[in-house]
């Protein structure tokens, strides 16, 4: 007898990752679940819906869910069968780029009530239904960002390393449960989105940013940042398809990377954990070795760079 269908409730599934993995679930051939595909603006659910195709109203329904509102919340768990969810995908995210200076506490405020705030009242909700039955999977989208910082990315960074370290934290005690937890981190990730908000940051003012940071923002970070989507960035359908495998597998790993050719980029901290040679060699390849970096990512693109990093 066939296992009845795990029923899945995504975040912040009106482009990108999320509508990639709320359709791929709602198509697996063995009908294992039932997608609850959610967003903030129902406006925004053409695509999704036409992505769905026949699986709508049938192994996907979508509805509506603000991450930052407990209304909105309890209103979404209300309307599905049971209030039980089996796996809990967090995907719901804002970014935000630029010199500090030049950002409000409100932005950076906005961040944190989406990404980490907006995770973790979602948690809050759906745990005493898993923690009641002993089974669950919380499925995290996190990034390398929450591994490692990034230029001009501190407010967006500083969001997933609380994530990281609150559901590495959490992730001890639900065990007792039999609730698993996955941070996956993706790399670069090629969408639309990431392509308005760097279009949208190299025409913005920034008040209060001195030139020299201005220029060093617009004319090394802008730049490296284009040629580091160009060269290694994913698509939101290879994510999506990592992140099916986690959720099919009988036993979940705390942490999942999405983007091998990422891998050289993000291991400088296990060669030196004090975070020494990262920060060194990051400010080394924007500020002064720019032709070696592109080099260097084109050469990751096309599978000539093959590197080997080992941790002391």
Not at 78 to 97: H, K, M, R, T
């Amino acid at each position: 007898m066939a296992d009845a269908p795990r029923t899945v409730l995504i975040s912040g599934c009106s482009s990108g990752i999320g509508l990639e993995l709320a359709v791929q679930l709602a198509h697996d051939h063995r009908q294992r679940y039932q997608v609850v595909a959610t967003m903030r603006d129902l406006g925004k659910k053409g695509a999704l819906e036409a992505a769905a195709g026949e699986a709508l109203g049938q192994t996907l329904t979508v509805a509506q869910l603000d991450v930052c509102s407990d209304e909105s919340v309890a209103q979404c768990l209300s309307c599905i069968q049971g209030g039980e969810v089996d796996v809990l995908v967090n995907n719901a995210g804002v970014g935000l780029v630029g010199p500090l200076e030049g950002l409000s506490l409100a932005a950076m405020q906005n961040v944190f009530d989406t990404n980490f705030f907006g995770a973790v009242r979602l948690v809050r909700a759906v745990l005493p239904g898993m923690k009641k039955r002993r089974k669950g999977h919380i499925v995290v989208v996190s990034s390398v960002m929450g591994l490692q910082g990034v230029v001009f990315n501190e407010v967006y960074a500083a969001s997933k390393f609380a994530l990281e370290g609150f559901f590495e934290s959490l992730a001890v005690q639900l065990l007792q449960f039999n609730i698993f937890i996955t941070l996956v981190e993706p790399g670069p990730v090629v969408t639309d989105f990431e392509g308005k908000l760097l279009e949208q940051v190299s025409t913005a003012e920034f008040p209060d940013t001195d030139p020299d940071t201005l220029h060093y923002f617009r004319d090394f970070y802008l730049p490296a940042s284009r040629e580091l989507f160009r060269s290694v960035g994913q698509s939101p359908q290879d994510v999506a398809q990592v992140i099916v495998k986690v959720i099919s597998s009988p036993r979940p790993p705390l942490r999942r990377q999405t983007n091998a050719r990422y891998t050289p980029l993000a291991a400088l901290k296990a060669v030196d954990p004090s975070g020494s040679l990262y920060v060194r060699t990051s400010h080394r390849l924007l500020f002064r070795w720019t032709r070696f970096l592109n080099l260097g990512l084109r050469c990751l693109a096309c599978g000539c760079l093959r590197i080997r990093i080992w941790p002391r």
